[in-house]
Structures are given as structure tokens and as C-alpha cells.
């Protein structure tokens, strides 16, 4: 399995995980207790996008996101690095 170039970590609330999912809390919380808490993924992570504001927020941290992301691969293909 190829190892992917960039992690990017988008955090899910219990609410909307619920909601998303149509499972009940508790579920949800089983869910979130059996994986890695936020600040170990966010170690992994070359990007964090937090959604745990208003929607708009969480799509400006996108639009920004991707505008750095089209930058780095703009200079790769300039420098012919990944």
C-alpha cells in the first residue's frame, strides 16, 4: 500500500458524527473512545482543518488549505520535487 504524500485531519464532533451517521451518542462515543485522541492524530497530520466552529470558518480553513496545497504543487513541478 503506497503511504500517502500528506495527512490532513479534519476533527468530527460526537454531535455531528451522530447526526452524519444516524447512530446514537453512545455509539458515537464507543466510536471516538477506540480511535487516537485528536492531539495524537494531530501529530500524524501535515494539515488540520477544525470544524468544531461555524460552518464558515471550517470553509475558510479549506479555501486556504487549498490554496497552499495548489502552491506546493505548484513548486514541485517548478523544483521536480514531491
Known amino acids: 500500500m503506497k503511504k500517502p504524500d ?3 485531519l479534519l476533527s468530527i464532533m460526537k454531535e455531528r458524527l451522530v447526526k452524519r451517521d444516524n447512530i446514537s451518542k453512545k455509539e458515537a462515543e ?3 473512545a477506540n480511535q487516537l485522541s485528536i492531539d495524537e492524530k494531530a501529530g500524524y497530520a501535515d494539515f488540520i482543518i477544525n470544524n ?4 464558515e ?3 475558510k480553513q479549506v479555501k486556504d488549505l487549498w490554496e497552499k496545497l495548489k502552491k506546493i ?3 514541485q513541478k517548478l523544483t521536480g520535487k514531491k
Open 6 to 8: 500528506m495527512q490532513i
Open 57 to 59: 470558518e471550517t470553509k
Open 73 to 75: 504543487q505548484k513548486d
Open 52 to 55: 468544531e466552529n461555524s460552518i
Open 30 to 32: 464507543i466510536i471516538i
